[in-house]
């Protein structure tokens, strides 16, 4: 297969479409890096569900203070005007409908945007969080992963087979090999790996791509 981009250039992608100001949830572990690229004179607000409103990057190793941590028990710094809240109030501002955009990491996801992302199955270890409040509770959610799994199999699907965190949520997806819309029930495939042809591309997806006149190169910096 094409090289693919790295987590860090997919996550470097993501940042890019986060307009000037929006209030932002990041999901646990990948996604985190999203608040890393942020585009000059562009700052999103960064929401974190144990409580902490517009904080910054992960200070330097051994200066972490250790009360001030993100959902994912990393250490974080914060940014003027920075608010701490209790956790009902942080998941009131989810179910309120306060969140511009989510960006979560995924099991599966399928061409109508349902997404699987809390249970790899009965032998799994569930890890539920807070996806199931933000998937339907941000006005836009979107989703950044591997195009497969690490035996190669589609995680881009026409259903998905492992459990739910929502249903008919996701709007856009960013892999490692593509940038793809759902739309009307399908991927709509809007960038891919310029060395990468759509036939190889469709072989790796398991659902059919929508071919748009236009479709973009997937360009990122190295990283």
Not at 67 to 91: C, E, Q, R, V, Y
Not at 166 to 171: I, K, M, Y
Request: charged share 20%.
């Amino acid at each position: 297969m094409t090289s693919k981009l790295s987590n860090a250039q997919i996550a470097w992608r993501a940042a890019q479409d986060i307009e000037d100001g929006a209030y932002v949830n990041l999901g646990i572990g990948f996604p985190e890096m999203v608040a890393k690229f942020q585009p000059p004179g562009r700052q999103a607000i960064f929401h974190t569900e144990n409580g902490v409103l517009n904080f910054g990057e992960a200070p330097p190793e051994g200066q972490e203070d250790w009360d001030l941590i993100n959902a994912g028990k990393k250490a974080i710094t914060l940014k003027p005007g920075a608010a701490f809240f209790h956790h009902a109030d942080s998941f009131g501002m989810v179910r309120g409908g306060h969140l511009d955009v989510a960006i979560l990491g995924t099991y599966e996801v399928a061409e109508n945007g349902d997404l699987a992302n809390w249970s790899t199955g009965p032998k799994g270890v569930p890890a539920v969080g807070g996806a199931m409040d933000l998937v339907h509770g941000a006005k836009r959610v979107a989703v950044i992963t591997d195009h497969v799994t690490k035996d190669g199999k589609p995680k881009l699907v026409k259903t998905c087979t492992l459990p739910l965190t929502g249903v008919g949520c996701v709007t856009r997806v960013y892999t490692s090999l593509a940038v793809l819309d759902i739309e009307c029930g399908r991927f709509v495939l809007r960038e891919k790996l310029a060395a990468m042809s759509v036939d190889e591309l469709q072989s790796v997806t398991g659902a059919e791509l929508v071919l748009p006149d236009t479709i973009g190169d997937l360009v990122a910096p190295e990283l």
